[in-house]
């Protein structure tokens, strides 16, 4: 009974999510949002705000690891031209990986 306890006590612990600072640069737009994984892909996404530099910015609250994700421009699909990595998805295009350590 006692290893039972300890296995729902253990696997209750939970990861802080940390504060992601996130920002998009070069791109005219009325509205930019970033949406992936951690937004269950949402048509919505996380609306970033345009700064008066020509960056828009937002921070994401994510869990530590590896997130996919795309931007959408006036509603459409767009890709992070300062994203460091990337991989294939499934529509021929690729996603946008933001690590969090």
Not at 46 to 56: A, H, K, P, V
Request: contains cysteine.
């Amino acid at each position: 009974m006692a290893k039972i306890q300890a296995e729902k006590v253990l696997g209750a612990k939970k990861t802080a999510k940390r504060r992601v600072p996130f920002v998009v640069k070069g791109i005219e737009a009325r509205l930019i949002a970033v949406t992936g994984d951690f937004t269950g892909w949402s048509a919505e996404g996380i609306r970033l705000d345009r700064g008066g530099n020509g960056e828009w910015q937002g921070t994401l609250q994510l869990d530590p690891g590896d997130h996919e994700y795309r931007l959408l421009v006036d509603g459409a699909w767009r890709d992070h031209a300062e994203a460091g990595r990337r991989v294939p998805n499934s529509f021929g295009s690729e996603n946008c990986v933001l690590t969090v350590v």
